[in-house]
């Protein structure tokens, strides 16, 4: 199975601060990444596709890169609706797998 | 607009079964790739299972298979889950997901499973 590693675990930061989370996964995957989003009681939602394809009605602060086995999301200007745990995942070969996610919270 | 609503999760005791349902609408759901995934409490995701269009290709993860299984009737437009010989560590939110490219493009609200004696 393809591990798929995040960083940080969880983060603090303030409305504006352009915010950085990255997943590394335990082979190349070809750019199957995928991120989302999901906030408190709710389920995920698909904000970023193939490494940083932005899905439809996704606010164009998110942006997504990398390649082979080195992912990176970045939110350039958080915004208090942001405050979420995100979510890497490989689409690349069965058994999909998730990253352990990352907390944004409030600073 | 797309629709998942997962049913039929519920408190069931340790080696007990339950079938979840997933009434899909909004999409010609005989067209697409459908996934189970879910969420132990407080937790991270966890994908489950998939099946193709028609059923022919079906997968597992490991902690479920031989216990799990997912079906589909493209006729009601609903994806199935029967969970066999459950497990404390099945305690989850389950999540019916429709597949996109590679993706998992929409999710369902999810049904809690609670396995417990």
């Known amino acids: 199975d393809i591990q798929m590693t995040q960083s940080p675990s969880s983060l603090s930061a303030s409305v504006g601060d352009r915010v950085t989370i990255t997943c590394r996964a335990s082979q190349s995957i070809n750019s199957y990444l995928n991120w989302y989003q999901q906030r408190p009681g709710k389920a995920p939602n698909l904000l970023i596709s193939a490494a940083s394809s932005l899905q439809g009605g996704v606010p164009s602060r998110f942006s997504g890169s990398g390649s082979g086995t080195d992912y990176t999301l970045t939110i350039s200007s958080l915004q208090p609706e942001d405050f979420a745990i995100y979510y890497c995942?490989?689409?690349?070969?069965?058994?999909?797998?998730f990253g352990q996610g990352t907390k944004v919270e409030i600073k | 607009e797309v629709q998942l609503v997962e049913s039929g999760g519920g408190l069931v005791q340790p080696g007990g079964s339950l079938r979840l349902s997933c009434a899909a609408s909004?999409?010609?759901?005989?067209?697409?790739?459908m996934h189970w995934a879910r969420q132990a409490p407080g937790k991270g995701l966890v994908w489950v299972s998939r099946?193709?269009?028609?059923?022919?290709?079906?997968d597992y993860a490991d902690s479920v298979k031989g216990r799990f299984t997912i079906s589909r009737d493209n006729a009601k437009n609903t994806l199935y889950l029967q969970m066999n010989s459950l497990r404390a560590e099945d305690t989850a939110t389950y999540y019916c997901v429709k597949a996109g490219r590679n993706t998992l493009d929409v999710w369902g609200q999810g049904t809690t499973v609670t396995v417990s004696s």
């Open positions: 995942q490989q689409g690349y070969s069965i058994p999909w797998t």
């Open positions: 099946s193709d269009s028609d059923g022919g290709i079906i």
């Open positions: 909004g999409f010609i759901f005989s067209n697409y790739w």
